[in-house]
C-alpha cells in the first residue's frame, strides 16, 4: 500500500517549522491513542502513522532526506535517515507530557501513594452575613487517613510488598510493533506495591469515612459565586499520599429589600402620589444597622433615584465601600371613596400643562405623529 505524504498525514504544509510540527502531532497523538480508542482498531495503525512521519520531519537531516528522495530516502534497508526503532526514548518526552495523566489516572508517587480527591461544599449565606463576615462551621463526609494502619493499607505488624510485575514502578512497558507503550501495571493497579495482609478497618485502602467539622471564615464583601480554597481539607490520599483540597462555593440569598450589582446596592421604595407631588422624607434601614433618611423633592418622578454614598457592600479585600441607591415609585391611589374622587376630578379641573409636562409633551408629539399619517 502506498505510504502516505508525510505532511499529510500531520496536516501541516511543507513549510512547517518544528513548532508547528510538534503542536499538529501532539493534537493528532492524542485523538489517535490507542489507550483513549480501545474500540478502534484502525486507531493503532493511525497512531504508528502519526509517530512515523513525525519522527522523520522533526529531524532536519532526515526531513531534508524525504524533501528530496520521498519515501525511497528511507526503503532498501537503507538506514540512512531511517527510524532507530526506539520510540520509547525518542517520543519519552512528549508523551510524558501528553498522556502523564490519561495513562494511569491520577499521577502516584513512589510507594502508591495517590493524591485523595478535591471535594466541594456549597455554601449559602444571607446578605447581611455577605456584609459583615462570619465563621461558619460546617460538616462534611470525607475520606480520612485510617488510624488503624496510619494510612499504609497493611495490617498492623506488617507492610506492602514490592509489585513483582512492574519492579514498585508501577507502569510496564509493552511493545506494540516498532514501538512500545508504557501502561498502568495490571497486578498492583500503578500503586507498586502489593498487600497480602490488609488492614481490618480499611481494608486495604488506607484511608475510611467520617464526617468532620471544619471552620470556614467566609470575609466580609463576598459575592455570590465565589470559590474558597481549603488546602489539603479533601479527601485523605491513599496509603499516606497527600490529600486534595476542600472547595467552599458561596451563594448570597435574595434579601427581602435589597438588590445587588457587585459592591452597590438598589432599593425599590414606594410612596404615595401626595408625598411625590408634595416633597417629603422617610427613613430607610442599611445592613450596618443604621437609618438613612431620604428627602424627596416636590415632583419628584417614579424612577429617581437617590444615591447614599458609602451605604452599600464592602469591596472584598479593600477598605472602600459601595453606595447604596433608593429608587422611588409612584403608587397611585387605589380604592377611592367618593369624596377622595370628588376631590381628584376637582384638582384634575385646576390643573395646567405647567402640572404635567410630560405627559402634555407626549400627547402632543403623538398627535403630530398620526396627523402625519394621515396626510
Known sequence: MEKVDYY??????????????????????????????????????????????????????????????????????????GFSGDFGSSMGD????????????????????????????????????????????????????????????????SSPSTCGTCGGNGRVRASQGFFSVERTCPTCQGRGEIISDPCGECSGAGRVTKERSLSVNIPEGIEDGVRIRLSGEGEAGTRGGPSGDLYIFISIKPHEFFQRDGSDLFCRIPVSMITAALGGQFEVATLDNSKARVKIPEGTQTGKQFRLKGKGMPVLRSNSQGDLYIQVVTETPQKLTRKQRDLLEEFEKLSSEENSPESTGFFSRMKGFLDGLGE
Open 8 to 81: 499529510e498525514t500531520l496536516g501541516v504544509s511543507r513549510e512547517a517549522d518544528g513548532k508547528e510540527l510538534k503542536s499538529a502531532f501532539r493534537k493528532l497523538a492524542m485523538k489517535f491513542h490507542p489507550d483513549r480508542n480501545p474500540d478502534n482498531p484502525d486507531a493503532e495503525q493511525s497512531f504508528k502513522e502519526l509517530n512515523e512521519a513525525y519522527e522523520v520531519l522533526k529531524d532536519n537531516e532526515k526531513r531534508a532526506a524525504y524533501d528530496r528522495f520521498g519515501h525511497a530516502a528511507f526503503q532498501n534497508g537503507g538506514n540512512q535517515g
Open 94 to 157: 512528549i508523551f510524558e507530557d501528553i498522556f502523564g495523566d490519561m495513562m494511569g489516572g491520577r499521577r502516584r508517587s513512589s510507594g502508591g501513594r495517590e493524591r485523595g480527591a478535591d471535594l466541594r461544599y456549597n455554601m449559602e449565606v444571607t446578605l447581611e452575613e455577605a456584609f459583615e463576615g462570619k465563621t461558619a462551621q460546617i460538616d462534611i463526609p470525607s475520606a480520612v487517613s485510617c488510624d488503624q494502619c496510619s494510612g499504609t493499607g497493611a495490617k498492623p505488624g
